[in-house]
């Protein structure tokens, strides 16, 4: 089980949001290498990045801070946000990002997950984001008409590393997570399901480590971390605890 820190890139800076809100973004940190570094010296085994700006954008906004982040740690990062063709993926995997996220992609252009997960196996995963059971695409801004069922199905077989599962409406509110939906997800598919939204204190890490949440490959903490609402010490021992 993994607990992944997020550093979500907006204007260059480390923010929260509230709900996926632009509009609701609280800056935690004016230099993300830094805090990256701090994640890696508490004991993280992996780092969470997202480009809001390339969310929305439709490309990458913020390299020039992922690169700095990528030159300040030694643990794997995963990264999403404007990741939309095969070429943004084959960059960020040469700059040095371990996994990449695909999310808006792919749900409008399925194929182009199913080809970068063949010609870069365990280094593709998926970003479903659900707001009231429905998938949303383009930094939450679009609502379509999937499920998140559907949409994870549609990889089943694809070679896909992990699906990255958001409840929108929880991220970013300190409200818990909701492993109800991400377990029944991940009951759904064989692929690892990794939780996110909505991560608020220890107790979500004693959840993540109930018999059915074993499953799933662990979770994504945010606001939770950076407000102090969770102690990185001790959630991470005992996660090494019950490993």
């Known amino acids: 089980m993994i607990l992944f820190p997020a550093i979500d ?4 800076e480390a923010v929260r949001l509230q709900q996926g809100d632009m ?4 800056v935690f940190n004016r230099d ?13 085994q992996w780092l969470h990045l997202v480009d809001l700006d390339g969310a929305f954008a439709g490309k990458p906004v913020n390299a020039f801070a992922v690169a ?3 030159k300040k740690v030694k643990i794997p990062v995963q990264l999403g946000g404007g990741i939309r063709n095969l070429k943004t993926i084959e960059s960020w995997l040469g700059e040095g990002i371990r996994r990449v996220i695909i999310g808006t992609a792919a749900v409008q252009n ?22 009231a059971g429905k998938v949303a695409v383009a930094g939450w801004a679009e609502e379509t008409t999937l499920t998140a069922v559907e949409v994870a199905r549609m ?9 990255i599962y958001t409840d929108v409406e929880r991220d970013g509110m300190l409200q818990g997570l909701n492993l109800d939906a991400t377990i029944a997800l991940a009951d759904e598919v064989n692929i690892p399901v990794i ?23 662990g979770a994504i903490a945010g606001r939770a971390l950076y407000d102090g609402r ?11 605890q019950a490993a």
Do not use: H
């Open 23 to 26: 509009a609701r973004a609280t």
């Open 110 to 131: 399925p194929q182009l997950v199913k080809e970068a997960a063949k010609q870069f196996p365990g280094r593709i995963a998926v970003g479903i984001d659900a707001r």
């Open 155 to 163: 990889f089943e077989d694809a070679g896909v590393a992990a699906i």
């Open 68 to 70: 700095a982040i990528l």
């Open 195 to 217: 939780a996110s939204g909505g991560f608020a204190s220890i107790e979500d890490v004693k959840k993540m480590l109930e018999p059915r949440a074993r499953k799933l490959e």
């Open 32 to 44: 993300p290498a830094a805090q990256a570094r701090a994640f890696e010296d508490q004991g993280f």
């Open 9 to 12: 890139l907006k204007n260059g």
């Open 230 to 240: 969770i102690d990185a010490k001790a959630a991470l021992e005992l996660l090494k």
